[in-house]
């Protein structure tokens, strides 16, 4: 257990709809990020958070966004949802903005 | 942004058998992570490398972080049935400022 919490683990919805994924970080943790992993693909980079503030911001969709909460947490919503949107979403924190990452068990979502 | 070239793509060996992956960066990275990912599971973080040279066992594994800080090697001896898997390499560049990048992945497929 990496002590990182996705929710949910699996999501199912119709294209055109709107979802939010939640990941609380670890105890301690101020850094969080966000990828797409597609099937059989590489871990796509969305966007880092670091105590609330936005810090890095890789190809994410502009139907995607993010935010991190005073409490750490941070929430993923996904918008307009198209079918290639279907892929595991996963969530990472580390104590720093640079350094030992780990990783929630992710959201698979599936887009019909 | 950064490139990381992960090679070989995948590989099939026998069981008992040692492996050697790795990694190359476009740019000098100052930190090297390695994870091994099971199917529909979240990346494990297996070792962490923090300096030019530096090399760090956890048990049948050993990684380097390469004396030019554009590459890294992951080693796994005696391999066994439940070492298969995908394996991503993932660091962050010397400034520090930018978001943590994986490469594409090593699939292992152990032979008993």
Redesign the interface.
């Known amino acids: 257990d990496s002590g990182v919490t996705q929710t949910p683990k699996h999501l199912i919805t119709a294209t055109g709809q709107r979802v939010t994924l939640r990941c609380s970080p670890r105890s301690g943790d101020l850094s969080v990020y966000w990828y797409q992993q597609s099937l059989d693909q590489g871990l796509q980079f969305l966007i880092q958070y670091y105590n609330g503030e936005e810090r890095a911001k890789g190809n994410i969709l502009e139907r995607f966004s993010a935010q991190q909460f005073p409490d750490l947490h941070s929430e993923l919503n996904l918008s307009s949802l198209e079918l290639g949107d279907s892929a595991l979403y996963f969530c990472a924190s580390s104590v720093e903005s640079a350094g030992e990452a780990f990783f929630g068990q992710g959201t698979r979502l599936t887009v019909v | 942004g950064q490139q990381l070239n992960q090679s070989p793509q995948s590989m099939f060996i026998q069981e008992g058998e040692d492996v050697s992956m790795n990694c190359t960066s476009s740019s000098i990275f100052?930190?090297w992570?390695w994870?091994k990912q099971d199917p529909?599971?979240?990346?494990?973080?297996l070792i962490?490398l923090y300096k030019a040279g530096e090399l760090t066992s956890n048990g049948r594994l050993t990684a380097q972080f390469g004396t030019t800080r554009k590459d890294s090697f992951l080693n796994i001896s005696a391999s066994i049935p439940s070492d298969v898997g995908i394996y991503?390499c993932?660091g962050?560049d010397l400034s520090?400022?930018?978001?943590?990048?994986?490469?594409?992945?090593t699939r292992l497929s152990v032979i008993a």
């Not at chain 2, 529909?40 to 973080?45: D, F, I, M, R, T």
């Not at chain 2, 520090?96 to 992945?105: C, D, M």
């Open positions: 100052n930190t992570l994870y529909g599971e979240g990346p494990v973080l962490a991503f993932a962050y520090g400022n930018t978001p943590l990048v994986f490469g594409k992945g």
